[in-house]
């Protein structure tokens, strides 16, 4: 009587419960992914980024001299800071490397200019980021994953961020997802905000996603 007191239709409570039905559902599954991942071994973790990175420098030369963004490795993600330095010593004409800038709760990343001197702070979730310089557009941006599926779609941490900014940044920038095999998943049921990645690197080899 409530719900239909201020215009609720049964429809629409059904189709609220059905959200809060997935809401819960993604929340537990990116839970689970992330508990799985963390449960590699440290050597297994190594062993794998080594890999990813071997993989990225070899199918994707041309990011050498490109604005690439990374992401600092957080909760055992693949670490591509050895690549990243790699490609800053060979100093190639039109590479840069940036890492993420949060700038606000709901609002598309920020990037700024990283190599191994740069001056860090940790943002709101701990992670460090640049703690100065301009912003600056990527031409490419290497996206971790907690799961993924074939169709190109992934599951982060929840705040939304790499979906806004791949929306909203012209051009957009080739979304490349980085992740271990283990996250793998047949299809994450994505929802409409959802952004596609371009490719998805794991230890396992670059996939391209199915239409």
Known sequence: AYHMAVG???????DESHASSRFAERCALRKALIERRRGLSAEDCVRFSIRICELLQADFPEFSGMRVAFC??????PDLRPLVESWLR??????TALLPVVIDEYRALAFRAWSPGTVMLADRYGIPAPAA??????EVMLI???????????IGYGGGYFDRTLASVSPRPLAVGVGFELARLESICPEPHD????????????FRPSR
Not at 72 to 77: C, G, I, L, M
Not at 90 to 95: E, N, Q, T
Not at 133 to 138: C, D, N, Q, R
């Open 8 to 14: 609720l239709t049964p429809a629409i409570i059904a």
């Open 72 to 77: 600092w490795p957080f909760k055992q993600e």
């Open 90 to 95: 060979a100093g190639k004409k039109g590479f």
């Open 133 to 138: 310089g301009e912003f600056l557009i990527p």
């Open 144 to 154: 971790p994953v907690n799961g993924f599926d074939a169709a190109g779609y992934r």
């Open 195 to 206: 952004q596609r990645l371009d490719v998805m690197v794991t230890e396992a080899g670059v």
